[in-house]
């Protein structure tokens, strides 16, 4: 059981817009920066977005991030066949003093 | 550019202690102040921290695996390493080590297999 909540998939077909959520509390999201990875198949998770809604050197703006409360959202727009991956959240807790992540969502480009 | 690489036993017995080294490449451990850390993701399941530890030796780990792990720097190897004591099949994961503090990772390795054998 993950301390983040996302749901476990989601789809869409190419040039869609797709979002993910990742439910939190406010000992987390409520109350530090929020992070999202990408993991494309086979391969290590890497950063995708930063502090909420800010994208490392590379990632395209099609990617983006926004936290609101003690939930946060990763929206890709314009759908891409090479967005299929697995997506996790995560965000440091201050009551347990440790980084949590979500359960990963896997999108899936129909 | 920064490189990590995964290394060490691939198959632990239960109770056993499974051992991982990450060596650094194309960067010094000890520049800036980026600790250097774990993450493992079971299989069908999602990411969990491990913990980290500065170069200094200071060290943050996840509570629910404290009581058995271990993290410490060789600085004249350029690697930091991984004990986890009293393994179980619920260690078994892909495991990564990483740079970063906070839930900030930027550089990852590309991950080995551990696998719990009863």
């Known amino acids: 059981q993950s301390v983040l909540t996302q749901p476990p998939s989601a789809s869409g077909t190419p040039g869609q817009r797709v979002t993910i959520s990742c439910s939190g509390s406010?000992?987390?999201?409520?109350?530090?920066?929020v992070y999202w990875y990408q993991q494309l198949p086979g391969t290590a998770p890497k950063l995708l977005i930063y502090?909420?809604?800010q994208r490392p050197s590379g990632v395209p703006d099609r990617f983006s991030g926004s936290k609101s409360g003690t939930s946060a959202s990763l929206a890709i727009s314009g759908l891409r066949s090479e967005d299929e991956a697995d997506y996790h959240c995560?965000?440091?807790?201050?009551?347990?003093?440790?980084?949590?992540f979500g359960g990963g969502t896997k999108v899936t480009v129909l | 550019q920064l490189q990590m690489q995964e290394s060490g036993s691939g198959l632990v017995k239960a109770s056993q202690t499974l051992s991982l080294t990450c060596a650094v490449s194309?960067?010094?451990?000890?520049?800036?102040?980026?600790?250097w850390g774990w993450i493992r993701r079971p299989p069908g399941k999602g990411l969990e921290w491990i913990g980290y530890?500065?170069?200094?030796?200071?060290?943050y780990y996840n509570p629910s695996l404290k009581s058995r792990v271990t993290m410490s720097v060789d600085m004249s190897k350029n690697q930091f390493s991984l004990k986890l004591s009293s393994v179980t099949a619920a260690d078994t994961a892909v495991y990564y080590c990483?740079?970063?503090?906070?839930?900030?990772?930027?550089?990852w390795g590309q991950g080995t297999l551990v696998t719990v054998s009863s």
């Open positions: 990483v740079r970063g503090a906070v839930a900030h990772f930027d550089y």
């Open positions: 194309g960067g010094s451990i000890t520049s800036g102040a980026y600790p």
């Open positions: 530890i500065y170069h200094s030796g200071s060290t």
């Open positions: 406010s000992s987390n999201i409520g109350s530090n920066y």
């Open positions: 502090w909420n809604n």
């Open positions: 995560a965000a440091w807790d201050d009551s347990l003093t440790g980084v949590v």
